[in-house]
């Protein structure tokens, strides 16, 4: 879950007959998060499975470069079949996700990912992994993953049913994504190092079987969602997403800078890995180091942010973060001197990005959660999985092109600059002037 990094407005009951003929249910104030038993399950499952996907993140590509010399426009290709199944489905699954119960959706999508990244370590053992097979299977995982990812978001507010809870709910949830992306690389580097890439992905297929066991443990009902007065119709269901998105306020401009921020850190991170090993000569080891110690940002970032949310401006806080993410890859291609120096600037670049990239995906997922209606969850979640990594497929197959085109530092630039191009439609967000989060959708 890159980052990168929930759902909707206010738990609405299950319709048994007509609004006037029941009486008015008092709302009951839940118990602290660190009470709630199906949370935390979710919560320590979702851990595991993140630590997992961080391994995923970097042994792809790198068995891509080590085990098939990949060009830069293939390892760009395999980051872009990875996400471009966000472009063609999120919409729809978002769809069907708001007619299902969200948690079977998440076991047959978690199920899925663990047995076809499992099929890679097996492949290459009896050598029968080649590049057309890795890129066919990244896109196959892609597609659960999509699935996965837009049913999650909508399901925590089935657990955290009072969107009071919603920033302390998703500070826990970015302090797990930003700690697997600490420990992640670091693990991934060791692994693939000790064992080779193909290998080391047994161990998010692992992570993917923890957190099944665990989705299967929660108990909390989640009723089965009711179909409109008009009956259902796909066209008028996902137009109608797309109407609450773009016709709000606050999330039309959060929508229309989310590909970008994703296309800046995709773009960068799939000419980055190239660089690391063609220009700079580090091994996948010193690779997961600086990813890992880098990563410390995120961590600090999600730990921080609820109170930092509390003591500033919230669309300060939002333009700011923000700013870290765009601006950060200016420090990548001035790296220059010996291995120590080099490092250290790179673990400074993505520090601070994903430092910012900690306290904005708070702010962004409790605003979105906050301003959706719970029956129109899973669409507005798939509007903008399908924007964040609609982008960052793009960003994956332009960063390759661009590498390979002008060469891997001169690429760097070239794509650092276009990012810190957006800190003006940033400064122009009606976000950046928020004072607070608004009043929660009836």
């Known amino acids: 879950m890159t980052t990168t990094a929930i759902a909707p407005g206010p738990q609405t009951q299950a319709h048994t007959g007509p609004a006037d003929e029941r009486p008015p249910t008092p709302v009951q104030d839940p118990a602290p998060l660190w009470r709630n038993r199906d949370f935390l399950k979710f919560w320590s499952g979702e851990t595991l499975s993140l630590l997992g996907t961080q391994v995923t993140t970097l042994a792809l590509p790198l068995t891509a470069v080590i085990a098939f010399d990949a060009t830069p426009e293939q390892v760009g290709l395999l980051r872009f079949l990875q996400l471009v199944p966000y472009l063609g489905l999120a919409l729809l699954f978002g769809v069907l996700v708001d007619r299902m119960r969200r948690r079977r959706v998440m076991l047959l ?76 690389p670091g693990l991934a580097g060791l692994l693939v190092g000790a064992l080779s890439a193909p290998t080391a992905l047994l161990a998010d297929a692992f992570s993917y079987l923890v957190s099944l066991v665990t989705l299967l443990t929660i108990r909390t009902p989640e009723p089965r969602p009711e179909p409109p007065a008009e009956g259902r119709h796909l066209g008028r269901e996902l137009a109608e997403g797309l109407r609450w998105v773009f016709g709000d306020r606050v999330l039309r401009p959060l929508a229309l800078v989310a590909p970008f921020c994703n296309f800046s850190m995709v773009s960068v991170w799939t000419v980055f890995v190239l660089y690391a090993v063609r220009d700079q000569h580090l091994t996948p080891t010193e690779i997961g180091i600086v990813f890992s110690a880098s990563s410390v940002g995120g961590l600090v970032g999600a730990a921080l942010s609820g109170r930092v949310i509390k003591r500033f401006r919230l669309g300060a806080v939002y333009a700011v973060s923000m700013t870290a993410i765009f601006a950060s890859p200016l420090l990548i291609p001035l790296a220059h001197g010996s291995k120590p120096a080099v490092m250290a600037v790179f673990v400074g670049a993505f520090f601070v990005s994903y430092l910012g990239l900690g306290v904005a995906g708070v702010v962004m997922v409790s605003l979105r959660q906050t301003l959706t209606p719970q029956p129109l969850m899973g669409r507005m979640n798939a509007a903008f999985r ?18 390979g085109a002008l060469g891997l530092r001169e690429g760097l630039a070239a794509i650092a600059v276009g990012s810190a191009l957006m800190l003006v439609p940033l400064a122009l967000s009606p976000v950046s002037r928020l004072r607070e989060l608004p009043p929660p959708a009836a």
């Open 109 to 184: 999508a978690n199920g899925a990912r663990m047995v076809l990244i499992g099929l890679i370590p097996l492949l290459a053992a009896t050598h029968h992994l080649d590049l057309p097979v890795l890129l066919t299977l990244a896109c196959a995982i892609g597609v659960f993953s999509v699935l996965f990812d837009v049913s999650w978001m909508s399901f925590v507010p089935t657990l955290v049913k009072d969107p009071k809870h919603y920033v302390e709910a998703n500070q826990k949830l970015g302090v797990t994504s930003s700690t697997a992306d600490v420990a992640g």
């Open 386 to 403: 399908t924007l964040l990594f609609g982008g960052g497929s793009l960003g994956g197959l332009l960063g390759g092109v661009i590498g």
